[in-house]
């Protein structure tokens, strides 16, 4: 899984707007790649209410899911407006 979440983050790179942030907490939440689902809440957590945060964690998650993260990941991703 660790290919998959570092594939996708770097296929979302362009699009993030805060990529120190996004990489320090990918590396942070190692422990829940094998979760696709946990980590789109970790991350999502880590991201509270800062707009760009969460708007960097949904691109991600569209990421993920493409190269097999799993529907669950897109629904966290989504769950937030």
């Known amino acids: ?3 998959v979440v570092w594939e996708a983050f770097r296929e979302a ?3 993030i707007s805060n990529l120190t942030w996004f990489r ?3 590396e942070g939440l ?3 790649w094998k979760d696709p689902e946990l980590l789109a809440k970790k991350l999502e957590e ?3 209410e800062d707009v760009t945060k969460r708007n960097d964690v949904k691109i991600y998650l569209m990421y993920l899911r493409k190269k097999g993260g799993g529907r669950g990941v897109v629904e966290l991703g989504a769950s937030r407006s």
Do not use: D, Q, T
Request: no cysteine; net charge neutral.
């Open 1 to 3: 899984m660790s290919e």
């Open 13 to 15: 790179a362009p699009y």
């Open 24 to 26: 320090r907490a990918l």
């Open 30 to 32: 190692k422990e829940y």
């Open 46 to 48: 880590l991201a509270g």
